[in-house]
Structure formats: structure tokens, C-alpha cells
């Protein structure tokens, strides 16, 4: 018995596997709430004269009625008008702060030699780690997987040898993307496994000069690539030694099947109702059978972390900066007042932002508030100018001391990070409802 089969029968119970199937969806509808007028009002029942006070109202030509229509008028303008002025002084977006000393890792040399970005960040020992993604040569096009750790969760030491590297068929062309979630004494990763090509990227394929056809060639190994999430463990004991860990991960392979193109899963911290949950992005699954016309964040849950079904859609995409699709970001954090959800979402000509959800603690599928604007945007030079330009995008959060810490990869060459006070984020989602 190979060491994979092996590590997965650790996780793996017989009987215990659900079928990773979407279920039925229905899309609930919209619910626009009608204006209604109250039995005193002017307007109702203009046609029955019989009732002389409303007539009253209603007639322009008697003194009394016009009196009253504009002595209304004045009082609906000025109820109006302090209503509008309140609303906008309760309107404060919370966004986040981008640290003054981004980036907080560049490329450098070697493997990581072009860039390191999308970092997985997670607290333990006193200290925030973060597990990022780095390519060396575009000829390569391989991605491996470092370590970095920091007691203040700015400033950062690092490794300089990979920590996860390239291993089982599925991952052959790269491991990428990582989110990492505490269960227990175990840090728990989720990855992108590519089976084929999936570097580099579009842009830099333009650049390299290679002729027509191995252009081309290139071009279309990349598009029949299907990415796979695979999943790995760690024992916290080994992380400290951070630099002694490479060898000390367990791989359970593929958790998402061949024919669905995953490139955005995470884990939560804790079970719901006696299951383990992940928060995922299956691209494909489109369509009236899906109940989505874009790409949307599913939820789906496990006995054993390995075997994933009940899959359900939690968010899809509504406002104009996510209209071509929203993933998942960080894993989702546990707080008093729900389950905080940091997201990515894209719109028509491909921009990456992040914005914020706060689901239910019990149960994650309904939303207790979204914000309609990003929380994070690529304005600054090391956002906008890179290996895919106008990219921010958020893989990692911790929360230290009452502030939340959310580390992104810029432009898919840097890794940055972004601060917000956990408790105003909070509230301006209880406000902002679903």
C-alpha cells in the first residue's frame, strides 16, 4: 500500500462517503417591499365623494384642503430631508488599511524568483505564519509553496528553501493558492493541485518570444487544465522548527473530483452539526440546473474531510465589482456575531477585489449581512503593475489584539497585508443586512 492510500484511510471511514453531487437548487426570489398608503392617507379613494374630509385633501380649490396638502408637503420635505442627511451620516464604509511598508515579501532569487503572492496565514506560538506561493523561472512554470513568520504580523523572516513542492500526479504542474485552518493540534491545508499546465500566465506567455506554434501548443494545455483542491496536514508541535518541517506533512490527495475546476476552497475551524464544512468555488457549475449565472460560493460538508456532497450556494455575484465571479478568500473566521467571510470578486474586465460577509454560526447558509462595496481595491502601483495587473487577492487573516490582519497577493507577484478594527467591520455588516 503506497503512503497515499495509506493517509487517506487515516481520514477515510468505509460507508461514510457522500456522493459529491450538487443537490437540487431553488432560487429563492427577490422580496421587494410594496409602498403602501395608511388608511388617513390623502390619496386613498379619491373617487368616493362621499367623504368630505378627504375631499378636503384632495381638492385644490378649497382654502382649507390646500392648506393641509401644503402644511403635509412641508412636513414630508423636512422628514425627508433629515431622513436622507441621517442615512448618509450612518453610511461609514469600513475598509481596509493598506500597511505603509507593503510589500511584505518580493520576489528574490532561485525558486522565487519571479514572484511570491496568495499567502495562507494562520497564528500559533506567538507568532502569524504564512505559507505563499512562489515561481522561479516562467520557463519552469512551476509553483512551490514557502514559509514566512512574524511576532508583530508586518514584519516578516523567511525560509529559504520550499516547505511543499510538486509530489502526487494531480499536483505535477504546481501547487498553489493555499488556505490553512487549525482543527485540534493539526493545521490542515487546502491547495490547488494542477494535473497540467497552468503557468505561467497569459501575460508573460506574450512576452517570452517562443514561435507561433509552441505559443499556441502552450496556450491550449493550459485551457484543458482542470485544477483540483488537495488537501495536507500538518501537527502544530513541528512548527517550531518552522525551517525543519518539509517532510513532515501528511497528503491525502484530491478532495474534489476531475471534471470540476476548483480553484478556491477553504476549511472551517469547527464542525456544523456534527460535519465538517468548506466554503469552495466550483467554477463550472453554471447554469438554470446550478441556480447561478456566474461563479458563486457553494458550501459543502464531510464526515472525514475527504469525501465532500451537500453542496449548497451561500453568495453569488450582485453588485457590478463581482459581476463575473466571487470566490472564496481567507477560511472563514469564528466571532461572537457569526462566521466572517473575507471573498474576492471580479468584474468585467477582470479586476480583483475583496469584499466582506458575515454568515451564521449555526448555519453558514444564511447570510446575515453583506457589504455592497469592496473593502479592498488595487490602487496602489504594486497593485495594478505585475505578473497580472489589478489584482488583490485575499487568502490569509488572523485577528490580533481586537484587529484584523488580511494578507493578500498584489498584482500575483507580492504578498501585502491590510488592517481593519474586527468590531466595526462587524457592525457595519449586522447593519448592512443581506
Known amino acids: ?199 505561467p500566465p497569459l501575460s508573460i506567455l506574450e512576452k517570452m518570444g517562443l514561435p507561433r506554434e509552441e505559443f499556441e501548443r502552450i496556450v491550449a494545455e493550459k485551457k484543458g487544465t482542470i485544477p483540483r483542491i488537495g488537501l495536507a496536514s500538518l501537527k502544530l508541535e513541528f512548527l517550531k522548527e518552522p525551517t525543519k518541517i518539509k517532510n513532515k506533512f501528511i497528503r491525502y490527495g484530491p478532495i474534489t473530483p476531475p471534471d470540476v475546476h476548483q480553484r478556491d476552497a477553504a476549511l472551517f475551524s469547527e464542525k456544523i452539526n456534527g460535519l465538517y464544512a468548506m466554503v469552495h468555488r466550483p467554477r463550472n457549475w453554471v447554469g438554470p440546473e446550478y441556480g447561478t449565472h456566474a461563479p458563486s460560493i457553494w458550501i459543502g460538508y464531510s464526515r472525514d474531510l475527504i469525501n465532500w456532497g451537500n453542496h449548497r450556494i451561500v453568495m453569488r455575484p450582485r453588485e457590478n465589482w463581482e459581476s463575473e465571479k466571487i470566490g472564496a478568500g481567507p477560511p472563514p473566521i469564528k ?15 477582470h479586476v480583483y477585489r475583496a469584499g466582506a460577509a458575515l454568515l451564521d454560526l449555526d448555519d453558514p447558509l444564511r447570510v446575515i449581512g453583506r457589504l455592497s462595496y469592496p473593502i479592498l481595491e488595487p490602487k496602489e502601483d504594486y497593485e495594478r503593475i505585475g505578473v497580472v495587473p489589478n489584482v488583490v487577492f485575499p487568502e490569509g487573516a488572523v485577528v490580533l489584539n481586537g484587529e484584523l490582519f488580511v494578507y493578500y497577493g498584489a498584482a500575483d507577484k507580492y504578498c501585502c497585508v491590510a488592517t481593519c478594527d474586527l468590531e466595526e467591520l462587524l457592525d457595519a455588516l449586522e447593519e448592512s443586512g443581506e
Not at 144 to 171: N, T
Not at 335 to 345: A, C, D, N, Q, S
Open 1 to 199: 500500500m503506497d503512503n497515499r492510500s495509506h493517509n487517506r484511510q487515516i481520514l477515510e471511514k468505509k460507508n461514510s462517503s457522500i456522493p459529491l453531487k450538487p443537490y437540487p437548487y431553488t432560487i429563492d426570489p427577490r422580496v421587494t417591499n410594496p409602498l403602501f398608503f395608511s388608511k388617513n392617507s390623502p390619496l386613498e379613494n379619491r373617487n368616493d365623494s362621499s367623504n368630505s374630509e378627504k375631499d378636503e385633501y384632495i381638492l385644490f380649490d378649497d382654502k382649507l384642503g390646500l392648506a393641509r396638502r401644503l402644511k403635509y408637503s412641508y412636513v414630508i420635505f423636512i422628514f425627508s430631508a433629515k431622513l436622507i442627511f441621517g442615512c448618509i451620516c450612518l453610511v461609514k464604509k469600513v475598509l481596509l488599511e493598506k500597511f505603509e511598508g507593503n510589500p511584505i515579501l518580493k520576489p528574490r532569487s532561485g525558486w522565487e524568483k519571479e514572484a511570491v503572492f496568495n499567502p495562507a496565514a494562520f497564528f500559533f506560538d506567538g507568532k502569524v505564519f504564512l505559507f505563499y506561493r512562489a515561481n522561479g523561472d516562467w520557463s519552469e512554470a512551476i509553483s512551490r509553496l514557502g514559509i514566512a513568520w512574524s511576532r508583530d504580523g508586518y514584519h516578516f523572516e523567511r525560509f529559504g528553501e520550499p516547505i511543499f513542492e510538486p509530489k502526487l500526479d494531480f499536483e505535477k504542474w504546481g501547487i498553489q493558492d493555499p488556505r490553512t485552518t487549525i482543527i485540534g493540534d493539526t493545521l490542515y491545508m487546502t491547495y490547488v493541485g494542477c494535473p497540467g499546465r497552468c503557468d
Open 335 to 349: 466571532t461572537e456575531r457569526g462566521w466572517l467571510l473575507i471573498y474576492h470578486g471580479v468584474d468585467d474586465k
